[in-house]
């Protein structure tokens, strides 16, 4: 059996980023498995611009940032199977995968990153009732169809869900000559970038319906009419709100689920807040050798954080291979009021090497909140910050030496600051 | 009479919300903002909304059927109708590099449409 220091599984903007490190910090023995015929990933979809402040200081496409992360894979001799297929891993870190050429192959790696991205919601999970005609698309497989296959998929089109996709493709649309009806949203808040509701709905004057839903398709072969209702606080329809839209297309963009049916079956334990694998302050699973990052560890708004946690999970990699596992007991990252998640979900608060960063998300949208992080009665810090969407991720900072008195499970809370 | 208006920054994912007065054409305050790119936006904003606008154009020869490309600076919002028409109609053969010009000097805006990213050819 092959066996490698290293596995990546997938090499979309994660998988690339967390396999370049691992090469740069001296691990030669590294491979990705990559499902598609290219590397990049969603990255390859996603021609709008946007990607890379933070980490190229400058605002580029999709590709292109998939691009220059290619380059580098190149320059380090990053190994990386293409159209190969992960179907099993194994809590000994033995994997298997298929592809064309080889059938099936069984590896052993020393280290697994995962690093497998995630998958959208579908018209069965939201269970709308009505016809059953083509028509309706996941807002990400449209995009796909449009953007990398060349294919239009509508001319007259409504979206479920303002979740960034979906805003991205209202654009997109009406780009390509399309006419966007409307877009539905059943929470009184966008789930999208503030940005993206300015340069995707409001430039082109396309209606955003808070409070709604939809509520019926119609449509023998194709999509012909969508039904439309106001919903009440319970997210329920109100009767005789119904607004109807002749369309041919309906696209879904309705929330994305981290992709861990793989470590799922290992075993591997997941936090249920973000659906993906909890992990430490390295980015190390609950079973020792096993690293997440990426949309398959919790689902992103920015493609930069994927690129700096992943960077994170690969150097937590290359820790553990020279020294292994922590000896010490991890204690909890809870999310206490008005916090969703943090991640890492937990820290060995003695084995922090000089800083440990955390990723939240508050669970409604505050103009202005007080954050604080305590442990026990004792408030490690407290800092203000305004306009708290849930669909823009936080980050703070701690110094290791910060920590070092923690000897209990932290707690992060949102409290709304109400100004008369 | 003072006119007050309000923007959403889109010069980076935080969305700064930037509140703008406006008497005549003259900009008298702007608040909200939190960097330089906030209050640069609003200016150009209140004049002349200015957008990079990104699409994808026909490729021939390669083993996709659309490459994707980006105005290399960024065009007035309302020539984006006019600059899509052209984009729409524009093929171009593979192989592709990295950021090779597709379109020179769009509508006479000094913006290039570049690729934004390289296409092997067939074979």
Avoid: W
Wanted: hydrophobic share 40%.
């Amino acid at each position: 059996m092959r066996k490698y220091s290293a596995v990546v599984i997938g090499g979309g903007s994660a998988g690339l980023a967390a396999g370049i490190t691992l090469k740069e910090n001296g691990i030669d023995d590294v491979l990705v498995i990559e499902k598609d015929d290219m590397v990049g990933g969603i990255l390859n979809q996603c021609i709008h611009n946007g990607f890379g402040l933070h980490t190229f200081h400058e605002q580029m496409s999709g590709p292109a940032y998939a691009e220059r992360f290619m380059i580098r894979a190149e320059e380090v001799g990053l190994d990386i199977k293409l159209n190969s297929m992960v179907t099993h891993i194994h809590p000994d870190r033995t994997i298997e995968y298929v592809n064309r050429d080889e059938g099936y192959v069984t590896i052993q790696a020393d280290a697994v990153i995962l690093a497998v991205g995630c998958y959208e919601r579908n018209r069965g999970a939201l269970a709308i009732p009505g016809q059953r005609p083509a028509g309706v698309f996941t807002a990400g497989q449209a995009q796909r169809y449009l953007n990398i296959d060349g294919y239009m998929v509508g001319r007259k089109v409504f979206i479920l869900g303002s979740g960034d996709i979906g805003l991205i493709m209202a654009r997109r649309m009406m780009l390509e000559g399309a006419k966007v009806y409307g877009v539905a949203e059943i929470m009184p808040y966008s789930n999208g970038l503030p940005r993206n509701i300015k340069q995707c709905l409001e430039d082109f004057d396309i209606p955003l319906y808070l409070n709604h839903t939809v509520t019926n398709i119609y449509g023998k072969d194709r999509v012909e009419r969508i039904e439309v209702s106001k919903v009440d606080e319970k997210m329920q329809p109100i009767k005789g709100t119904e607004m109807y839209f002749d369309v041919d297309t309906l696209l879904l963009s309705v929330g994305l689920i981290p992709e861990n049916h793989l470590g799922d079956a290992a075993g591997i334990e997941m936090d249920p807040r973000i659906k993906g694998p909890s992990v430490d302050e390295n980015y190390m699973c609950s079973i020792d050798g096993f690293f997440a990052c990426g949309n398959g560890l919790h689902v992103h708004d920015l493609v930069d954080y994927v690129t700096l946690q992943a960077q994170r999970a690969a150097l937590g990699a290359v820790h553990y291979l020279k020294n292994g596992p922590a000896e010490e007991k991890a204690v909890k990252a809870v999310p206490g009021n008005g916090i969703l998640y943090t991640v890492p979900a937990r820290i060995h608060p003695h084995h922090i090497d000089k800083t440990v960063e955390f990723f939240y998300r508050i669970r409604k949208p505050m103009d202005e909140a007080v954050i604080t992080v305590k442990c026990g009665d004792r408030v490690l810090r407290r800092q203000t910050k305004k306009y708290l969407v849930p669909s823009v991720m936080e980050r703070m900072m701690f110094a290791g030496r910060q920590l070092e008195d923690v000897d209990g499970d932290i707690t992060f809370e949102a409290e709304e600051v109400i100004h008369d | 009479m003072t006119e007050t208006k309000q923007l959403t920054c889109v010069g980076c994912p935080a969305g700064c919300r930037i509140t703008i007065e406006m008497e005549g054409g003259e900009i008298l305050s702007i608040a909200g903002n939190t960097c330089d790119v906030g209050e640069q936006y609003a200016r150009q904003e209140a004049i002349m909304p200015m957008r990079i606008l990104t699409s994808t154009v026909k490729v021939t020869d390669c083993p996709y059927r659309v490459l994707p490309v980006t105005t290399d600076r960024e065009i007035p919002l309302k020539m984006i109708d006019q600059a899509m028409e052209i984009i729409r109609t524009t093929v171009v053969k593979a192989p592709v590099s990295f950021e090779q010009v597709i379109i020179e000097n769009l509508l006479d805006t000094g913006a290039n449409v570049i690729a934004s990213r390289s296409l092997p050819a067939l074979h």
